[in-house]
C-alpha cells in the first residue's frame, strides 16, 4: 500500500470504534496506553485549549503565532472538514500520510492490550477520539514538536485530551453546551471545563459570565495557577474592517499591539486574537516579555480559519461558517452585519438533531431574508422538514431541500437574481465541511451558471 492507501486503512480502524458522541468520563484508559507507550504526550510543552465557542480559531492563531516564533508546532483540533489527517497538523500542515500510519504503526500493538484489560472490567474498548488522541500525541513526539497546541474533545477535566499537562490553559467564552453530558448549568459546565488546570499553569480566559469567572478563579487559585481575564488583564481595544479581514488594535498582558491585520472577518475574531496574543504571552515570556513586532504581524497574518465565515463563492457571495449552537450563531449573525455590505442574506441552513436547531434559528432569522432548510450529510442530522417547521412557527418562510447541493443551488439562484444579495451556509461542522467541498468541486468562484 502507499501512504494515502495505509492513512485510509487508519481512518478505517478508527471508524470500526465508538464514534466521538460516544463519552464515558475515563480519562485513565487513555493515561493507560499512554504509559505503555512511555508517555509521549510529555515529551513537548502544551497550549491546552477549552470552552463552547471559538476554541478552534484561538488554537489556530495561538499555533501560528508560535511557528511565527521559529518554534516547531503540533496542533491537534477536532472535528475534520474534509479529511482527518486535518485534525493533527504539524508546522501548519496536516500530518503527512505517511506520519500518521507509522504513528498507527507504533500504538497498535499496545491497543489490543488495553481492550483486553477493559473488557476484564466489564468496560467498552477504546473509542475513535481516545485513539485519535494517542495518536497525535505519538505523531506531535515523533515529529518532534517544540509546543502542541490543544483543543479539548468534549468538557475538560475527564477529556482524554487531559492526559496532557498544558503549561497554559485556556479558555474560550462558555456557555450552555452538551448539557446532557457537562451539566445542566453554565456553573457546572464550567466546573467541568475547569478542569484542564494544572498545577501552577498560567491561565488565559475570555470574558465569562460572573458564574464562570468565579469557578475558574477559584479552581486556578486552588491549583496555584495564575489566571488573567479579557477586559481585566488583556482585551481587544479596537477593531475596523479591512480588505479581506480587520485591523486590530491588541491591549496584551506585556505590552500594546497596534493595527495589526489579521485576515478573518468577524469582530469574534478579534477577540479571539487578543486570548491568543495573551496565551502566547503566557508560554514565551512568563506575561511579561512583549511579543517582537515581526512575529506578532507574521504570526495574525498566517492565521486561518476554514469553515469560519470561510468565503468560498463569488457573484453571488457565499460564506461558510460552522456555527452549530446559539452562541455560535449569535456571534455569525453581528458578523454578517458588521463584516459584510450587503442588504440580504440567504440561509442555507443545516442542524444535527442533538443541537439546539430552535435556538439557532432565534439567533440567526433576524439577520436573514431567506431560509433554505437542508440536513448535512450524517445518521445524527435533523431532517430538513424539520428545521423548516421550527423556522415556520416563527413566521418565516423556508423552502426544503433534501441535499446541500439542492439548497446551495437554490440559494445562489436567489442571490444572483437580485441586487446586493449574498449566501450563508450554516448549522452544523459536517455540512461546513460538505460546503466546502461542494463548492471546489462545483467552482462557485467562478460565479452563478444557470
Given at each position: 500500500m502507499?501512504?494515502?492507501q495505509r492513512?485510509?486503512?487508519v481512518?478505517?480502524k478508527?471508524m470500526?470504534r465508538?464514534?466521538?458522541r460516544w463519552?464515558?468520563?475515563?480519562k485513565?484508559r487513555?493515561a493507560?496506553i499512554?504509559t505503555?507507550?512511555d508517555?509521549p504526550?510529555?515529551?513537548y ?14 488554537a489556530?492563531?495561538i499555533?501560528s ?6 518554534l ?22 496536516p500530518i ?14 499496545f ?11 466489564g ?5 475513535f477520539?481516545e ?6 500525541f ?5 515529529a518532534?514538536v ?7 474533545g468534549?468538557?475538560?477535566s475527564?477529556d ?8 497554559v490553559a ?10 446532557d ?7 457546572e ?9 494544572k498545577?501552577g499553569?498560567a ?16 479552581v ?14 488583556f482585551?481587544?481595544?479596537a477593531q475596523?474592517l479591512?480588505v479581506?479581514?480587520?485591523l486590530?488594535t491588541?491591549?496584551g498582558?506585556?505590552g ?12 469574534h475574531?478579534?477577540?479571539n486574537?487578543a ?5 502566547v504571552e ?7 516579555q512583549?511579543?517582537a ?9 498566517g492565521a ?7 468565503l ?5 457571495t457565499v ?12 456571534a ?7 463584516s459584510?455590505?450587503?442588504d ?9 438533531a442533538d ?5 439557532i ?8 431574508t431567506?431560509?433554505?432548510a ?8 435533523s ?11 416563527r ?9 446541500l447541493?439542492?439548497?446551495?443551488d ?6 444572483a437574481?437580485?441586487?446586493r ?12 465541511g ?8 462545483d ?8
Amino acid at each position: 500500500m502507499n501512504d494515502t492507501q495505509r492513512a485510509d486503512a487508519v481512518y478505517e480502524k478508527l471508524m470500526e470504534r465508538a464514534g466521538e458522541r460516544w463519552v464515558q468520563p475515563r480519562k485513565e484508559r487513555v493515561a493507560r496506553i499512554l504509559t505503555l507507550l512511555d508517555d509521549p504526550q510529555r515529551t513537548y510543552r502544551v497550549v491546552h485549549i477549552t470552552g463552547t465557542n471559538g476554541k478552534t480559531s484561538t488554537a489556530r492563531m495561538i499555533e501560528s503565532l508560535l511557528r511565527a516564533h521559529g518554534l516547531r508546532t503540533g496542533l491537534f483540533t477536532s472535528p475534520h472538514l474534509k479529511r482527518f489527517t486535518e485534525r493533527i497538523m504539524i508546522d501548519g500542515e496536516p500530518i503527512a500520510d505517511g506520519s500518521i500510519a507509522d504513528a498507527w504503526d507504533e500504538i497498535e500493538p499496545f491497543i489490543g492490550i488495553v481492550d483486553a484489560e477493559l473488557e476484564g472490567a466489564g468496560d467498552a474498548p477504546l473509542t475513535f477520539f481516545e485513539l485519535l488522541t494517542v495518536l497525535a500525541f505519538v505523531a506531535a513526539s515523533d515529529a518532534p514538536v517544540d509546543v502542541l497546541v490543544l483543543e479539548v474533545g468534549m468538557g475538560g477535566s475527564w477529556d482524554s485530551t487531559n492526559t496532557a499537562d498544558g503549561d497554559v490553559a485556556v479558555f474560550a467564552p462558555i456557555d450552555l453546551d452538551h448539557a446532557d453530558r457537562l451539566g445542566e448549568t453554565i456553573a457546572e459546565i464550567a466546573e467541568v471545563k475547569a478542569g484542564i488546570i494544572k498545577d501552577g499553569a498560567a491561565v488565559v480566559s475570555a470574558e465569562q459570565s460572573a458564574e464562570v469567572a468565579d469557578v475558574l478563579r477559584r479552581v486556578a487559585a486552588e491549583r496555584g495557577a495564575t489566571i488573567a481575564f479579557e477586559g481585566d488583564s488583556f482585551g481587544l481595544a479596537a477593531q475596523k474592517l479591512a480588505v479581506g479581514g480587520q485591523l486590530l488594535t491588541i491591549k496584551g498582558l506585556a505590552g500594546d499591539y497596534a493595527d495589526e491585520y489579521l485576515p478573518l472577518y468577524g469582530a469574534h475574531q478579534g477577540h479571539n486574537a487578543a486570548l491568543a496574543v495573551a496565551a502566547v504571552e503566557s508560554l514565551i515570556g512568563g506575561a511579561t516579555q512583549r511579543i517582537a513586532a515581526d512575529i506578532l504581524t507574521d504570526g495574525l497574518q498566517g492565521a486561518t480559519s476554514p469553515g469560519r465565515l470561510q468565503l468560498v463563492g463569488i457573484a453571488p457571495t457565499v460564506v461558510v461558517d460552522a456555527a452549530h449552537n446559539p452562541h455560535g450563531a449569535a456571534a455569525l449573525a453581528r458578523s454578517l452585519d458588521d463584516s459584510f455590505d450587503f442588504d440580504e442574506w440567504g440561509l442555507v441552513l443545516g442542524v444535527f438533531a442533538d443541537k439546539d436547531a430552535a435556538g439557532i434559528i432565534d439567533q440567526l432569522l433576524p439577520a436573514v431574508t431567506e431560509v433554505f432548510a437542508t440536513s448535512p450529510d450524517s445518521d445524527r442530522a435533523s431532517d430538513a422538514d424539520a428545521i423548516a417547521d421550527l423556522v415556520e412557527e416563527r413566521d418565516r418562510r423556508a423552502s426544503v431541500h433534501p441535499t446541500l447541493a439542492e439548497a446551495a443551488d437554490a440559494a445562489r439562484e436567489w442571490a444572483a437574481s437580485g441586487e446586493r444579495r449574498a449566501v450563508v451556509i450554516a448549522g452544523s461542522i459536517v455540512l461546513a465541511g460538505e460546503a466546502l467541498l461542494l463548492s471546489e468541486a462545483d467552482d462557485w468562484k467562478s460565479g452563478w451558471r444557470a
